[in-house]
Antibody
Framework: EVQLVESGGGLVQPGGSLRLSCAAS????????MHWVRQAPGKGLVWVSR????????GNADSVKGRFTISRDNAKNTLYLQMNSLTAEDTAVYYC???????????WGQGTLVTVSS | DVVMTQSPLSLPVTLGQPASISCRSS???????????LNWFQQRPGQSPRRLIY???NRDSGVPDRFSGSGSGTDFTLKISRVEADDVGIYYC?????????FGQGTKLEIK
């Protein structure tokens, strides 16, 4: 059974940093692109970041460029999202997700809530 | 970024009746490999998104055949042939052709 389990969310002050993790199991993690998607309270879904299989390519949405860094450790089957210079607009549930090869699968974690507030 | 526009944003439906959601993209979603990476997701209250349809018209495993997707280029549609109580939630179209990927605003389906 495929599982994606996010952790690391919590309350952080504006300007602060947080690192999210996503532990993957049930599939060959190193073979798949991975993604972070977020959802602000009561709002829609927004793509945040993506990373290729070996970590040599990453892409970020304009709203997080220069502040968020996606990375992965294939030996640990774990995806990360380092978030710096956080603002209230970054308050959201953060989901990790994978879509297999060529979008043929769709796997999502349960999400982890990040709240940016003083 | 590609803008995905859904309509309607609110969809009250009587149980057993059909429902239809439209999704339009600001540019063609045909990728250089010839595929169209248009997906439909369902998000039930308090749950993670669940994909229903990929590449316009392919149902994901376990998705009832009441759900169908169609369209091409910039115009796409999700149809539910007979709405059941379990279908309540928010439906999103999403394009995976152009980075950064984008979702529609969401359509809230409720039972009348």
């Amino acid at each position: 059974e495929v599982q994606l389990v996010e952790s690391g969310g919590g309350l952080v002050q504006p300007g602060g940093s947080l690192r999210l993790s996503c532990a993957a199991s049930g599939f060959t993690f190193r073979n798949y692109w991975m993604h972070w998607v977020r959802q602000a309270p009561g709002k829609g879904l927004v793509w945040v970041s993506r990373i290729n299989t070996d970590g040599s390519y990453t892409g970020n949405a304009d709203s997080v460029k220069g502040r968020f860094t996606i990375s992965r450790d294939n030996a640990k089957n774990t995806l990360y999202l380092q978030m710096n210079s956080l603002t209230a607009e970054d308050t959201a549930v953060y989901y990790c997700a994978s879509f297999g090869v060529d979008w043929l699968q769709s796997w999502w974690g349960q999400g982890t809530l990040v709240t940016v507030s003083s | 970024d590609v803008v995905m526009t859904q309509s309607p944003l609110s969809l009250p439906v009587t149980l057993g009746q059909p429902a239809s959601i439209s999704c339009r993209s600001s540019q063609s979603l045909v990728f250089s490999d010839g595929n169209t990476y248009l997906n439909w997701f369902q998000q039930r209250p308090g749950q993670s998104p669940r994909r229903l349809i990929y590449r316009v018209s392919n149902r994901d495993s376990g998705v009832p055949d009441r759900f169908s997707g169609s369209g091409s280029g910039t115009d796409f549609t999700l149809k539910i042939s007979r709405v059941e109580a379990d279908d309540v939630g928010i439906y999103y179209c999403m394009q995976g052709t152009h980075w950064s990927y984008t979702f529609g605003q969401g359509t809230k389906l409720e039972i009348k």
